[in-house]
């Protein structure tokens, strides 16, 4: 890996490889950091991966195992089979191997199981419990635990003998004989602190900790907020169960944005990279949304058709329709993007309801006005005449504000029902504001021409 | 703070603490987490603010002061006064320091610089050199270096001994004589290894590192992909020269992930969070958008302007405006979302440009194909005869297949010129794609009626 980390991926062929001398094929494979040999393995045939997993120690394909996600590393567990699958599973970190047989289909995952130490099958067993999106889904079992009352000196010797299986030692947590969190001392406070203090004494006593049933975008933020490297998830006594680390907070925060960036353009989210997306995947998550805003629109369409006689009346107004459904829809998208990053982050709760609605309506009105004053301008300036102008002024105004408010309120009335705010994407507050601004464009026009 | 980490902060405000009397004030203030207590910070009066920063010990302000960011805090330091702000900058981290005086006005910051001793300000005109959003301006300099031929005994010494100052050890960076980089080891690796093996031996020799010119992103992404704490920063000589540790990075991906999503609705990024910002930034984050797209969308209606002749004679062509409008926008923001993304995350290139627009091409196509037969049903439904339901069909074909195009393209574009692809906001292409399908549908409805 070279100093700009360009892991030579891109020259590497596993297929070519596969066929090599082992000499040179172990070699080759055993200079890839996992994480990229992963990439080849996600990208390779499926026999060809397979292939590869067989052949690499157990402990290498379960950390390979660790990086490949979803669909793809079940399709290549079922092709392994359930003793390989069974003796690369044991070499796992706890989560993972739950994730991974969480994603298989049931009768495989027991096979799987069956061929497994009763330990940790069992521990696999007690972490599937946790739903898919909460903390407790997401953690590591691989705390460090130390009694209150040992040395200083004897929570390095802990540390250092637990580290042996432990990938992620930074903090040490002291619990008491219940197993209740009474202090935490991270690996660096411990190699500073005298060996002859009690543990007890150079702890810090007050511990951030997040509930097991929380979503994991809760421990996310706590990470993120307080620069943690890991957060104990503790149950109602809190009782240590296990830790959910910055790395695995990382690839959850990097997941649930792809998903929202992908919603707010009205995409269901796609879970693999672009080019890695296969044809009718991608048509798939495009096309349901497509065809939903298009019946939307064809109420507008309705709409547009209940005003013929207006239209026929006065032809000109046609040529500002762009400008009103424009104008709403882009004051929507603009609150609406403000509003579901606002609410992804945590910073604003739908109890705020109250307040973002007046801000918007303010914001809203002030924008309107000012499209309005230009709209008026130029409807004048191309000859529309008084009329035209005062009835493309007017609905601009409206339009502007009631985009506004729909683009910011309705993410809000989403999150406070328990779902996604980005689902109100920026093409459906578009559409709704379409239709709105249709109708209120030619009740003006009518009440003024008719 | 207690195990849901809802640190209090609701029920706390600073005017009236700092009326109170000075040990009630301290203990309540000293029960805190600095995160907390900055939030705090940032939103009460500013008169308050510096009373309370002046209140607290140096090193507590240090920690204060780290946590806020931008305008706010150089408004802070400004009214703390050159000598104040010298004491507490003494206690910041290298890299916030430098970040806090970048963002002050040039006279401000030397007069600070002039009350600090010459080292820290010395390496705070060092670490200036590097331009915002390079990896330079985002590290710290307290990486641990030692001698490849020291013991782990010795090293767990020098960990030890340099944690009393740096916050930050994870890894022990082995250099030569030149002060070249040869290895790393972790904190944890360091703890597991016989003490009197020389590190040299016990040491991972390749080392994953970033320039300091290389855009911050760059270091996020390497220290996302493969699970780091830290990554350091090396001259071209392979000099280390700092480090980057996970929580700067979470800070740079939570705010560019903001930006993006801001741009992408088409408002110019807010640093603020929704409540906090003044009605006037965020009309002036919102208004030139809005109005620049405004302007663009008069075009549409002039290219309307021209159709005249067309419109008066088969009005009916009017209800499908919005549906040819909205369906071009929506092909394209959907384009537009996954594409930006994939860039944001560097999944990705711009060189990657043909097999981007071949592969949006063939899913623009596919998707015209259904809607234009929704289309074409919908219009005989609605007994507009043949012929207009055959331009609408042929219209929406080629609406949403250039709206794909244009979605996934222009973002390309815009990377491969060096600029944020996010600035191609959904908004934006949605009215580049209505001039597009305005033109498209009544130059086909012309050949057809006349």
Same mark, same amino acid.
């Given at each position: 890996?070279?100093?700009?980390?360009?892991?030579?991926?891109?020259?590497?062929?596993?297929?070519?490889?596969? %066929?090599? *001398?082992?000499?040179? #094929?172990?070699?080759?494979?055993?200079?890839?950091?996992?994480?990229?040999? @992963?990439?080849?393995? *996600?990208? @390779?045939?499926?026999?060809? !991966?397979?292939?590869?997993?067989?052949?690499?120690?157990?402990?290498?394909?379960?950390?390979?195992? *660790?990086?490949?996600?979803? =669909? %793809?590393?079940?399709?290549?567990? /079922?092709?392994?089979?359930?003793?390989?699958?069974?003796?690369?599973?044991? /070499?796992?970190?706890?989560?993972?191997?739950?994730?991974? #047989?969480? /994603?298989?289909?049931?009768?495989?995952?027991?096979?799987?199981?069956?061929?497994?130490?009763? $330990?940790?099958?069992?521990?696999?067993?007690?972490?599937?419990?946790?739903?898919?999106?909460?903390?407790?889904?997401?953690?590591?079992?691989?705390?460090?635990?130390?009694?209150?009352?040992?040395?200083?000196?004897?929570?390095?010797?802990?540390?250092?003998?637990?580290?042996?299986?432990?990938?992620?030692?930074?903090?040490?947590?002291?619990?008491?004989?219940?197993?209740?969190?009474?202090?935490?001392?991270?690996?660096?406070?411990?190699?500073? @602190?005298?060996?002859?203090? !009690?543990?007890?004494?150079?702890?810090?006593? =007050?511990?951030?900790?997040?509930?097991?049933?929380?979503?994991?975008?809760?421990?996310? %933020?706590?990470?993120?907020?307080?620069?943690?490297?890991?957060?104990?998830?503790? +149950?109602?006594?809190?009782?240590?169960?296990?830790?959910?680390?910055?790395? +695995?907070?990382?690839?959850?925060?990097?997941?649930?944005?792809?998903?929202?960036?992908?919603?707010? $353009?009205?995409?269901?989210?796609?879970?693999?990279?672009?080019?890695?997306?296969?044809?009718?995947?991608?048509?798939?998550?495009?096309?349901?949304?497509? !065809?939903?805003?298009?019946?939307? /629109?064809?109420?507008?369409?309705?709409?547009?058709?209940?005003?013929?006689?207006?239209?026929?009346?006065?032809?000109?107004?046609?040529?500002?329709?762009?400008?009103?459904?424009?104008?709403?829809?882009?004051?929507?998208?603009?609150?609406?993007?403000?509003?579901?990053?606002?609410?992804?982050? $945590?910073?604003?709760?739908?109890?705020?309801?109250?307040?973002?609605?007046?801000?918007? !309506?303010?914001?809203?009105?002030?924008?309107?006005?000012?499209?309005? #004053?230009?709209?008026?301008?130029?409807?004048?300036?191309?000859?529309?005449?008084?009329?035209?102008?005062?009835?493309?002024?007017?609905?601009?105004?409206?339009?502007?504000?009631?985009?506004?408010? #729909? $683009?910011?309120?309705?993410?809000?009335?989403?999150?406070?029902?328990?779902? +996604?705010?980005?689902?109100?994407?920026?093409?459906?507050?578009?559409?709704?504001?379409?239709?709105?601004?249709?109708?209120?464009?030619?009740?003006?026009?009518?009440?003024?021409?008719?």
């Amino acid at each position: 890996v070279n100093v700009n980390g360009n892991p030579r991926r891109e020259r590497i062929d596993l297929a070519d490889l596969i %066929r090599g *001398e082992p000499p040179t #094929l172990d070699a080759k494979l055993a200079e890839l950091h996992e994480e990229d040999l @992963a990439d080849l393995i *996600e990208r @390779a045939p499926v026999d060809v !991966a397979v292939e590869v997993l067989r052949h690499l120690p157990h402990e290498r394909s379960a950390s390979v195992l *660790e990086c490949i996600a979803g =669909e %793809r590393r079940a399709d290549l567990v /079922e092709r392994l089979g359930s003793v390989q699958t069974a003796l690369i599973a044991a /070499e796992m970190k706890a989560d993972e191997r739950a994730d991974m #047989l969480g /994603e298989l289909e049931a009768p495989v995952a027991e096979a799987v199981l069956a061929q497994m130490e009763p $330990g940790p099958a069992d521990e696999a067993r007690r972490l599937a419990v946790w739903p898919e999106h909460s903390a407790g889904a997401h953690m590591t079992t691989e705390a460090l635990r130390v009694a209150p009352d040992i040395t200083v000196a004897q929570a390095v010797d802990k540390a250092r003998a637990h580290g042996e299986e432990a990938e992620t030692v930074y903090y040490v947590y002291v619990v008491d004989g219940d197993g209740r969190l009474k202090g935490v001392i991270s690996l660096r406070e411990l190699l500073l @602190a005298p060996a002859d203090r !009690a543990v007890s004494e150079v702890m810090r006593p =007050e511990v951030l900790g997040v509930e097991p049933m929380a979503p994991v975008e809760q421990a996310a %933020r706590l990470i993120a907020h307080y620069n943690l490297i890991a957060l104990p998830v503790l +149950d109602k006594e809190r009782r240590v169960l296990g830790l959910v680390t910055v790395d +695995d907070v990382m690839d959850v925060i990097h997941e649930t944005t792809t998903a929202d960036f992908h919603r707010v $353009g009205a995409v269901e989210p796609v879970a693999t990279s672009y080019l890695q997306t296969r044809f009718a995947t991608y048509f798939a998550k495009r096309a349901p949304w497509l !065809a939903a805003l298009f019946f939307a /629109e064809i109420l507008t369409g309705d709409a547009l058709g209940h005003f013929e006689h207006v239209i026929q009346q006065v032809t000109a107004l046609v040529f500002f329709i762009p400008l009103i459904l424009s104008s709403g829809g882009n004051a929507g998208s603009q609150s609406a993007s403000i509003i579901i990053r606002s609410l992804a982050v $945590g910073e604003l709760k739908p109890a705020q309801a109250m307040r973002v609605a007046s801000r918007e !309506a303010a914001t809203g009105l002030a924008l309107g006005l000012m499209l309005g #004053l230009v709209g008026v301008t130029r409807a004048l300036l191309w000859g529309n005449g008084g009329e035209i102008a005062l009835v493309v002024g007017v609905s601009l105004i409206g339009v502007v504000l009631v985009g506004s408010i #729909l $683009g910011a309120m309705l993410p809000m009335l989403l999150e406070h029902m328990g779902l +996604d705010p980005a689902v109100s994407s920026t093409p459906f507050i578009a559409s709704l504001s379409d239709l709105f601004g249709i109708m209120l464009y030619f009740s003006v026009a009518r009440a003024f021409f008719l």
